[in-house]
């Protein structure tokens, strides 16, 4: 049976988050809570309005908050027998969920599945006393916040729940919600939290034991080990300090193990400071200044950016060799490393069978749900199995049995397919993640057709080419634009069906071009060289409208400058629904000089066409807005709000399905495919020049804008319009001429050099 309705009882911060993506996924949601006073629905529908308001919104797109019902559980309960899913997100005690279910237990049609919402109740207890037909129905579902952004969702059947039933609602969970999702065991905990919060709670014992600071322990457990910015302490400050105790309690009583946080953090939690919710935590932020707990006095101090000499040399390896150096180095801060590392070793090793059924469900639940870049048994094959052996021994500790049998590490990557340690000592085949692309398996059969450091090519079957960026951030340079104008060539003379291009990487497309090649060439004096990559860049960008076989841009995460160019100019699009798109080259003081300002005058002044009344100068003020504010999408589904999708693209909710949908597109496209026409449009000229410059001058006035943004303003008005003179009509290459032209110009100031400086060392723009 079809899940067509969703039922949410809860509206806090997860219900909501649940009914927000459901309704941004299309689905009409039943959002109840307990009732208030005077307006009885004010609960849910003030969860609503903070949802939208958030940064980022818990709603792919404000307009699907209009899918959402928002009731009360005594007047609205009835509501919920139309729906075919319903979740419980009450609070985390079973008590009241097991009263609710009771309640709802006349309300559930013949195929409607109930599931729980719960971070470690054992499932089968919530189910009790409850009918047979009920149970067979019932499951649990453990989301994590924020529910939109973090990958995982966790399903955990009982031996009660029937088969089917966890198919459907994996199914829908995966294609139509976009999750990554990973059976786990009925035990309390399940996979995610019991592993990740044995992980956080030994980092804070540790911290102890070594006699480190709360500013030095985030510093080490973040992205130096492959982890989240907000590393240990900040990430409890976002979750809140109320929120760790109750599950440090809860799951000391349901497990028996010492989960348990020093007294200096309950009373924190008596205090109120229970984090970001709170404004202090671990953390106090005063006006712009972070202050930081000294957890020996309980007095808040300016935070220090710690500095680890010993460890400096290994911050910009990759993590594997970050691990390995880790095992070696001296010094108490690599020895904290070290002893964190075992402590999750041992734990992950002896309770992994009890949790999961198998490692890779371990190491998915980590970097789906935790963000970890690596899961517990890759970080133990990067560690080294015989390390780890080496190392319990010399602390006196016996050897976990998982790591006894791991006679060749606990994952192998074979032609045939992958495979992983299974709890009983041989290497069986690893579930692969529904319709995604294995492009480590597909390199390992077939090799790449070609490659460097920037940029792969790989045949993916069916006479479909897939070309792949990996640089650092997936920058747009010198090396990738070769293998871009290489796989075009190669696609059309080896008789290719068509070309994907795509990332690896979800969090990012591309950020654009390559900063630092550019800089390099301005500062050498190199203008002809400029202007001759300026003009190859347009080239190859435009090309992908013109071979003659259809190429799909495959984008998720940041899509920046020339990452959005070249999406902009592919046959289609299929893009993951997390796009965050915008031509932002003003922030480092240029304009888009890859076709970007010219695709989006052409593409808005033809959404015009069909509407005679229609004032042109309309396209030229919505693609001036665009790029002078530098405007980034808040999802796919903004980006079609905003102009970058077209009506003929398509968004992929799951990021793991991305690449093979956009392989699909090309099939589907192929068989008549023919490249696009070359286009004309009507320049305004003088008409459309006087009206920007006009709104340039009036946001200077109002100090909006500096001098030097009212110099690229103009700039960007002068492409736009054409130039000055009359209405003419004008083609593609025209614009882009007077794009390259205005693009050099701007680099050639000294404001726009010190935009992109400042981007290359801090990151960030720079207002100059």
Request: glycine share 10%; with cysteine; hydrophobic share 45%.
């Amino acid at each position: 049976m079809r899940i067509a309705r969703v039922g949410v009882v809860g509206a806090g911060a997860m219900g909501t988050g649940i009914a927000a993506l459901a309704a941004s996924a299309g689905f009409p949601v039943v959002l109840l809570d307990v009732p208030d006073h005077p307006d009885r629905n004010a609960r849910a529908r003030g969860a609503v309005d903070r949802a939208l308001k958030a940064r980022p919104s818990a709603f792919l797109d404000p307009a699907c908050a209009a899918r959402v019902f928002c009731g009360n559980t005594e007047d609205h309960l009835d509501q919920l027998a139309g729906c075919d899913w319903i979740v419980e997100a009450i609070i985390e005690r079973p008590a009241p969920k097991q009263e609710l279910f009771a309640r709802i237990e006349p309300l559930v049609g013949a195929e409607a599945i109930v599931t729980s919402n719960t971070s470690g109740i054992p499932i089968h207890t919530l189910a009790a006393g409850r009918g047979e037909h009920f149970r067979q129905h019932f499951l649990g579902t453990h989301f994590f916040n924020p529910v939109r952004h973090l990958h995982l969702l966790e399903l955990i059947p009982t031996s009660d729940t029937l088969p089917d039933v966890v198919t459907r609602v994996r199914d829908f969970a995966e294609r139509m919600l976009g999750k990554g999702v990973v059976l786990a065991r009925d035990v309390p905990g399940f996979i995610a939290n019991r592993l990740g919060l044995h992980g956080l709670f030994r980092a804070i014992r540790l911290m102890e034991d070594f006699g480190l600071t709360i500013d030095e322990v985030d510093a080490l457990t973040g992205p130096l080990l492959g982890r989240p910015k907000s590393a240990t302490f900040r990430t409890a400050d976002i979750s809140g300090l109320d929120v760790l105790a109750d599950v440090s309690a809860g799951l000391s009583a349901t497990t028996g193990e010492d989960f348990s946080l020093p007294a200096w953090v309950h009373d924190l939690v008596q205090k109120g400071h229970l984090g970001a919710k709170t404004g202090a935590g671990f953390y106090r932020k005063e006006g712009s200044r972070i202050l930081t707990l000294d957890w020996r006095t309980g007095e808040y101090r300016p935070q220090v950016a710690p500095e680890f000499p010993d460890l400096a040399f290994v911050l910009k390896e990759p993590l594997a060799n970050r691990l390995k150096a880790i095992t070696r180095v001296g010094g108490t801060h690599a020895e904290f490393l070290r002893s964190l590392l075992l402590s999750t070793a041992e734990y992950t090793l002896v309770r992994t069978p009890s949790l999961a059924y198998d490692i890779a469900s371990v190491d998915r639940a980590l970097e789906w749900g935790f963000a970890w870049e690596m899961g517990p048994f890759s970080m133990f094959d990067a560690l080294g199995a015989d390390w780890l052996r080496a190392a319990f021994a010399e602390r006196g500790q016996g050897e976990p049995g998982l790591l006894a049998t791991a006679r060749e590490g606990f994952y192998r990557r074979l032609s045939s397919g992958p495979r992983q340690l299974s709890f009983v000592g041989d290497y069986a085949p690893i579930e692969p993640i529904p319709h995604a692309l294995d492009l480590e398996l597909v390199q390992l059969r077939l090799g790449s057709l070609a490659g460097n450091r920037e940029a792969t090519l790989l045949d993916i079957g069916d006479g479909v080419a897939l070309l792949t960026l990996h640089g650092k951030m997936n920058t747009l340079g010198s090396g990738a634009l070769d293998l871009i104008e290489k796989s075009l060539e190669l696609v059309d003379r080896s008789g290719f069906t068509g070309l994907v291009l795509g990332s690896p990487n979800p969090a990012t497309f591309s950020a654009g071009a390559n900063l630092a090649e550019l800089l390099a060439e301005v500062d050498a004096g190199h203008w002809d060289a400029l202007d001759a990559a300026v003009r190859r860049f347009q080239r190859v960008v435009a090309s992908l409208r013109t071979v003659p076989f259809p190429v799909v841009v495959a984008p998720n995460g940041l899509t920046l400058g020339g990452g959005a160019e070249f999406m902009l100019h592919a046959s289609r699009v299929q893009a993951g629904a997390e796009l965050y798109i915008g031509l932002v080259e003003v922030g480092v003081g240029l304009l888009p000089g890859g076709g970007g300002t010219k695709e989006l005058l052409f593409r808005f002044t033809a959404d015009l066409e069909a509407y005679e009344e229609a004032d042109p100068f309309e396209a030229v003020r919505r693609a001036f807005k665009l790029i002078s504010m530098g405007t980034v999408s808040a999802s796919a589904l903004d980006a079609r709000r905003l102009g970058f999708l077209r009506g003929a693209d398509r968004i992929s909710m799951n990021r793991d399905r991305l690449l093979a949908d956009a392989k699909a597109r090309v099939l589907e496209l192929a068989p008549d495919y023919t490249p696009a026409l070359p286009r004309t449009v009507r320049a305004l000229g003088s008409e459309s020049l006087g009206n920007l410059s006009y709104a340039i001058w009036a946001m200077r006035e109002a100090n909006a804008i500096t001098d030097h943004e009212v110099t690229i303003g103009r700039k960007v008005a002068w492409v736009l319009s054409g130039g000055d003179g009359p209405p003419r009509p004008v083609t593609e290459q025209d614009i882009l001429d007077l794009e390259r032209e205005a693009f050099l110009s701007l680099l050639g100031t000294p404001q726009t050099r010190e935009r992109i400086a400042h981007m290359l060392r801090q990151g960030k723009p720079l207002r100059n």
